[in-house]
């Protein structure tokens, strides 16, 4: 896995997004030589051109980042890959006129551009052609060793029988007598020497899953391999760097307290954060006047009640504030004001409710509380008082999810559908935990890019 300002991306992804970055260049090189071929004049030095060039293969690249075609489904489904890339084509033609509107110099004419679009668009299929047809998703796969038999290692082997896992269990050492859930486990006993093992199974790195560990670690036989220049992982960060969540289950206050996460020397960042917030903000407020102007109207004549409703939340450090949204729901939605998880398919929700939610529009009126400072334009979503106090009571850590503000999208909500359990809870806790530990500018970029995607192809929008 390659750490890219402490978010973990597969070597193999990296090197995908690389080739065809180069693909992208090439397609507007190709395409500017053969319009300069067919309009008869001299196509001139590359370095001429290097800014449209560059302008043309970024906007692409981060389209198809929006459009999850480094996700796990694209990189196994040709059919997938070749919509989302059609989707991410469509998105780069939008950004690119937005970009030649403002900067004429910084992109490519109009017809170089349809010529670099049709030639990109037949670049990356037959790359992903090959991928698929000859690795497959078993090229983004790393064989691991698992030292452990029992539940822990039990829930490393569902984690590599997922779909789309990039990981292949390579086989289970039992370190002790007491482990058998894993019957295919080899006894430590039975093998003379683990660094040899592991090198004999060809795999690329041990995760330690024992279910008891206070003097039990064989700290020999680990040092060991790490000198075969074999990676030695704990399962708690393992299941981090796969999953994108700080895990529950196996994660305890010594292994947070100790983490290279939950940093505070982000000053600079946080400065940077807050800056784009409010200009982000600002502009977004300015372009989707009209949608709120639209959806105003359509919900006033849909039901009756307040087109606008306020709500407390709980922000950052566990402050109270108040969020204001587009009514989507019936006035009566809530018998007594009490608190009421969504359900899929909820009945309270309009018919207006149903399309301003599915495309995100009643959350507009919250860029007011990014203005204010109460909240973000990426964190954990804010919660209910109540459902906050339900939740600490129930949920281990629920309160540190709180140290970062609130935001209007975030990584639990690209990653994981609306919540409306305790067991819904807990899983988004999970992803916020992991957000509030590795926040970098690079995470929130990567977040904003996937919202599109989460808003184009609605995932649990309730």
């Known amino acids: 896995m390659f750490r890219l300002f402490k978010h973990y ?39 001429a051109r290097w800014l449209p060039l560059t302008t043309f293969a970024v906007a692409n690249s981060l389209a198809m980042m929006a459009t999850g075609m480094y996700g796990n489904e694209a990189l196994r489904s040709m059919k997938f890959a070749t919509a989302r890339l059609l989707a991410a084509v469509s998105l780069g033609v939008i950004f690119l006129s937005v970009v030649g509107f403002l900067l004429p110099t910084a992109t490519l004419w109009r017809v170089n551009s349809l010529y670099a679009m049709a030639l990109a668009i037949l670049a990356l299929f037959v790359i992903r052609l090959i991928l698929t047809q000859s690795a497959g998703a078993e090229a983004f796969k790393r064989r691991i060793l698992v030292l452990g038999a029992g539940t822990r290692a039990a829930r490393l082997q569902a984690l590599a029988d997922a779909p789309g896992s990039g990981i292949a269990i390579a086989g289970f050492v039992a370190m002790s007598g007491g482990e058998k859930v894993m019957k295919a486990a080899v006894a430590r006993e039975a093998i003379a020497n683990l660094s040899e093992h592991v090198v004999a199974l060809g795999a690329g790195e041990v995760v330690l899953a024992m279910e ?58 946080k400065a940077g954060k807050r800056v784009f917030d ?140 609306y919540g409306a359990s305790v067991e819904d809870a807990r899983v988004k806790l999970e992803y916020d935990l992991y957000y509030a530990k590795n926040y970098s500018p690079f995470l929130d970029l990567l977040i904003l890019l996937q919202t599109v995607r989460v808003v184009l192809w609605p995932e649990g929008a309730r």
């Not at 003097?215 to 796969?242: Q, W, Y």
Request: aromatic share 10%; proline share 6%; hydrophobic share 45%.
């Open 9 to 47: 991306v597969p070597h193999a992804v990296v090197w995908l997004a690389l080739i065809e970055f180069f693909a992208l260049l090439g397609s507007a090189e190709a395409a500017w030589r053969l319009y300069a071929h067919f309009a008869g004049f001299d196509a001139g030095l590359l370095g």
């Open 212 to 269: 008891e560990r206070r003097n039990s670690l064989p700290l020999g036989d680990l040092l060991r391999v790490k000198t075969t220049g074999v990676h030695v992982n704990d399962i708690a960060s393992f299941i981090e760097r796969e999953t994108g969540r700080v895990d529950l289950a196996t994660t305890n206050p010594s292994a947070l307290i100790f983490s290279d996460g939950f940093s505070a020397g982000q000053r600079i960042s």
């Open 278 to 417: 409010i200009l982000a903000s600002l502009i977004v407020l300015v372009i989707g006047l009209p949608l709120v102007a639209i959806a105003a109207i359509a919900v006033k004549l849909d039901s009756k009640g307040p087109i606008f409703y306020r709500q407390a939340r709980v922000g950052l450090f566990g402050e109270p504030y108040e969020i204001v949204k587009i009514r989507s729901m019936r006035t009566d939605a809530e018998v007594a004001g009490r608190a009421v998880w969504a359900a899929e398919n909820d009945p309270r929700i309009t018919r207006v409710g149903n399309i301003i939610r599915k495309l995100r529009i009643d959350e507009l009126p919250q860029l007011w509380c990014v203005l204010k400072g109460h909240m973000s334009f990426v964190g954990p979503r804010p919660e209910r008082p109540s459902f906050v106090e339900e939740l600490e009571e129930q949920l281990p850590y629920y309160a540190e999810r709180h140290m970062v503000k609130p935001g209007l999208t975030g990584w639990a909500q690209i990653n994981y559908p």
